[in-house]
């Protein structure tokens, strides 16, 4: 049984430059969350879908947008790229009825 | 509004020592607490949680937490640490909304 995979494991990208990353959840589940988590920080909550709906949203601006399919994986999209939106991206999948996530293994962003 | 508090930044331990790592949050309403670890160039791996019940939880690798309502602590302990226990931990709290909100991380380094 897979867990959660995330695509690709790392990115570089330039400043104003777009990126999407990808991620498919653990066999079975239906809720799929992203969060950023910075250098030496803990991760911050950017969205939650379920249902192919963004369900609940973090403090991040609308550069950062999702997407979720009905196989109930998921894209994170971000736009206009600053040097600050460097970071881990963890994406997590859960079951809609249950508080315990399943992180993947992050996608490591670096803007330059 | 929800928020935790991981007060110690970095813990050393001797291997074979006792560890406890400090949580400590703030929320107006109940809620359900986690403890992460996440070992170097990796997700988050689930190592207990709080959901209802007894306030004394056991997870995986030994580790248990203990859930103090009057004193909104959830502190980590281990009776015994071996080396491979050297990662960062994560106390993460959610009010039941499905986005978990992270402490800081307490970077635990295990010496032989």
């Known amino acids: 049984d897979a867990g959660v995979t995330q695509s690709p494991t790392h990115l570089i990208k330039t400043r104003g430059q777009q990126v999407t990353l990808r991620c498919s959840p653990k066999?079975?589940?239906?809720?799929v969350s992203w969060y950023q988590q910075a250098l030496g920080q803990g991760p911050q909550f950017i969205f939650q879908?379920?249902?192919?709906?963004?369900?609940q949203r973090g403090n991040f601006p609308d550069r950062f947008s999702g997407h979720q399919f009905p196989n109930y994986s998921s894209e994170l999209n971000v736009n206009a790229l600053l040097l600050g939106d460097s970071a881990l991206y963890l994406c997590?999948?859960?079951?809609?009825?249950?508080?315990?996530?399943?992180f993947g293994p992050g996608t490591r962003l670096t803007v330059t | 509004a929800q928020s935790v508090t991981q007060l110690d930044s970095q813990v050393p331990v001797f291997e074979e020592a006792p560890v406890e790592l400090r949580c400590n949050y703030s929320?107006?309403?109940?809620?359900?607490l986690f403890w992460y670890v996440q070992y170097p160039n990796q997700g988050l791996q689930l190592l207990l949680k709080?959901?209802?019940?007894?306030?004394l939880v056991k997870g995986i690798n030994g580790f248990e937490a203990e859930f103090n309502k009057s004193q909104t602590s959830f502190h980590l302990r281990k009776p015994s640490v071996h080396i491979s226990d050297t990662a960062e931990y994560f106390c993460?709290?959610?009010?039941?909304?499905?986005?978990?909100?992270f402490g800081t991380g307490t970077r635990l380094t295990v010496i032989p």
């Open positions: 066999s079975g589940h239906d809720t």
């Open positions: 993460a709290v959610t009010e039941g909304a499905n986005n978990l909100f």
């Open positions: 709080y959901l209802s019940g007894s306030t």
């Open positions: 997590a999948s859960s079951w809609s009825w249950s508080y315990e996530q399943y």
């Open positions: 929320s107006s309403v109940s809620v359900y």
């Open positions: 879908y379920y249902e192919e709906e963004e369900r």
